[in-house]
């Protein structure tokens, strides 16, 4: 079946770090590629997306290339906020007329001032 | 627009009782999924209903159950519940099933089973 390893966590970053959450996948056919934040107290929301292999999905300074030939879809950023602090999720999604998007366990990131 | 609203938030349940929580889609949303999200297990896919069928499942026992209503809303249903089924729920609607669908999650609902 399909499955997601990325690191567990929790990442500890100083504020204006550079940041990566590797992420790599199986998954039958040619999945669309996801990550996900879930903020504390809170359901999860995108943070992006891409679909096809080589697409750049961006999103709040947040970026993650499709890399087909390795599986993967490493999640990094720049410079981290304070506000960055959440839960990151990479989650690839099967083809098909169905829904079950495979999660990752989720990588928890604190960033302090 | 009206997210996705899950109800209730929060309750508390004895071992052996059942519980039924109820997710509202997105408006024109067709697809609706379901998760449990337990600190050890991470996210695992309960089931998905699309137009009122159940289009997949996942790997739970069949005490965990679910429908999805004409106008896309859906319940789930646990029943006997056991100590391990403390969790928080999440319920995530979309317009299609699959692909490169987004999907939509409400903010959950948090079941203790005492």
């Known amino acids: 079946g399909d499955s997601v390893t990325q690191m567990e966590g929790p990442v500890t970053l100083s504020e204006e770090a550079f940041l990566t959450i590797n992420c790599t996948y199986t998954a039958t056919g040619y999945p669309s590629l996801f990550w996900y934040v879930q903020y504390p107290g809170e359901g999860l929301q995108l943070l992006l997306k891409?679909?096809?292999?080589?697409d750049k999905g961006s999103n709040k300074g947040f970026e993650a290339t499709y890399r087909k030939e390795t599986t993967s879809f490493h999640l990094e950023k720049g410079s981290v906020q304070v506000s960055d602090s959440a839960v990151y999720f990479c989650a690839p999604q099967a083809s098909g007329g169905y829904q079950k998007v495979t999660f990752g366990i989720g990588t928890k990131l604190q960033v302090i001032p | 627009k009206a997210g996705v609203t899950q109800t209730p938030r929060y309750l508390i349940k004895t071992r052996g009782q059942q519980v039924t929580l109820s997710c509202s889609p997105i408006s024109g949303h067709r697809s609706v999924s379901w998760y449990q999200q337990t600190p050890g297990q991470g996210l695992q896919f309960l089931f998905e209903?699309?137009?009122?069928?159940?289009?997949n499942k996942g790997n739970f026992p069949g005490r965990f159950s679910g429908r999805q209503f004409s106008n896309s809303r859906s319940e789930m249903n646990v029943s006997t519940l056991e100590l391990g089924d403390s969790a928080l729920y999440l319920c995530?609607?979309?317009?299609?099933?699959?692909?490169?669908?987004?999907?939509?999650f409400g903010a959950g609902s948090r079941l203790t089973v005492l």
């Open positions: 209903y699309f137009s009122e069928t159940q289009r």
């Open positions: 891409a679909t096809k292999a080589d």
């Open positions: 995530a609607s979309s317009l299609e099933s699959g692909g490169a669908n987004v999907l939509t």
